[in-house]
């Protein structure tokens, strides 16, 4: 029956977008994650009556009738919101306020992107994310330092002894993208670009309409806890409803086989 293979691609739907809610959920309180949602796309109609048909009486009809054959997920699509920033006191936490990402280079010799602030020196002195990955342009900060300021603008400066005077040491640059919907997640807080999200231009922030870096401060997730819950309830409903349908067709199949 048609009517079971509709329930059945809806049932499937709504359990890819509770798998992606329940993502969502779990990454609360990731640093700088950007929740996603499950985009969806009807599929193709059984013509039945066409529209604008000659009815018996020689009338135009003003509906036609077609008859839907369920629904398919078509994509996640992330969406790229500001979310909240966290004062953590951290002088190597850095948020960006606005547009753009930070660049990390891979062990590949690739660049993902990423708007996890959360940085740390490795043994040389360089300035690296959570997992050991270089920052982009790499900057280096001196042994002696005795205090690092991260401006604005993305300076970076460096107070050592015997000196009033800040030494700047590097400077960071953001990277932005045409559609940074359409770039891809690859995990670790991380994104590459793709054919979608069209070539990375980077730029000094605070210029060129890129973000501005905020120091000692963290950018939270912008997922909304309370409306991920509402849209899990949500989809729990129609997974039921789905889940009844397929139930009410497979006896009512059952009892036509037994009626013939």
């Known amino acids: 029956m048609l009517s079971l293979w509709i329930a059945k691609t809806g049932l499937d739907g709504q359990n890819t977008r509770l798998g992606v809610i329940s993502n969502n959920l779990a990454n609360s309180s990731t640093t700088g994650y950007k929740r996603s949602r499950a985009v969806f796309n009807d599929l193709l109609y059984q013509n039945l009556r066409q529209v604008g048909a ?6 135009e009809i003003p509906t036609g009738m077609y008859l839907g054959t369920g629904v398919r997920v078509v994509g996640t699509q ?3 919101q500001q979310g909240n920033l966290l004062n953590t006191g951290n002088s190597l936490d850095m948020a960006i306020q606005g547009r753009g990402f930070l660049q990390i280079l891979q062990p ?9 602030g959360s ?18 342009p790499a900057i280096t900060i001196p042994n002696d330092a005795v205090s690092v300021t991260i401006g604005n603008d993305g300076t970076v400066s460096v107070l050592q002894p015997a000196s009033t005077t800040p030494t700047q ?23 590459r670009q793709s ?32 409306e991920e819950l509402v849209s899990m309830i949500e989809t729990q409903r129609a997974y039921e409803m789905n889940a009844k ?3 009410t067709a497979d006896q ?5 086989t037994q009626t013939l």
């Open 119 to 136: 940085l740390q020196l490795d043994s040389t002195g360089q300035i690296v994310n959570i997992n050991g990955f270089v920052l982009q």
């Open 54 to 59: 000659q009815s018996s009486q020689s009338t």
């Open 78 to 80: 992330k969406i790229h």
């Open 169 to 191: 040491v590097g400077t960071i640059q953001l990277a932005d993208f045409v559609n940074p919907t359409g770039l891809e997640p690859v995990g670790d807080n991380m994104f």
């Open 252 to 256: 009512m199949l059952a009892y036509l």
């Open 108 to 116: 590949d010799g690739s660049i993902s992107y990423t708007r996890d």
């Open 195 to 226: 054919v979608a999200s069209g070539t990375a231009t980077t730029s000094n922030p605070g210029l060129n309409g890129f973000g501005t870096v905020i120091q000692g401060s963290l950018e939270t997730s912008n997922v909304n806890v309370v």
């Open 245 to 247: 349908a397929i139930e």
